[in-house]
């Protein structure tokens, strides 16, 4: 291998190491995003985000809800937990 393919890989090892980082930055937001959500959408307080609950999520995003099969974790981006904070300020 010449120096421009080193060069070249060592540019793109890194590109995949910097990618790998935002990924994994935004991972740690989401799930913080996610718990406040959580928290805020739990109306009764007794601890559990229920499915009317999590409906009312749902709803308020815009975002389809199918009682039979929800997983509000991997349903909603982090931008859409952003917004209902946003929105649901307490």
């Not at 935002?22 to 928290?39: D, H, M, N, P, T």
């Amino acid at each position: 291998m010449g120096n421009e393919e080193v060069h070249f890989c060592m540019i793109m090892a890194l590109a995949g190491l910097i990618g790998l980082g935002v990924y994994v930055y935004r991972e740690v937001l989401k799930e913080g995003a996610f718990e406040k959500v959580e928290i805020r959408a739990d109306i009764n307080k007794d601890t559990f985000t229920d499915c009317k609950e999590w409906r009312k999520v749902y709803d308020l995003l815009g975002v389809h809800f199918d009682s039979s099969r929800y997983n509000p974790r991997e349903d909603l981006s982090l931008n859409q937990l952003e917004k209902y904070l946003s929105v649901n300020k307490k």
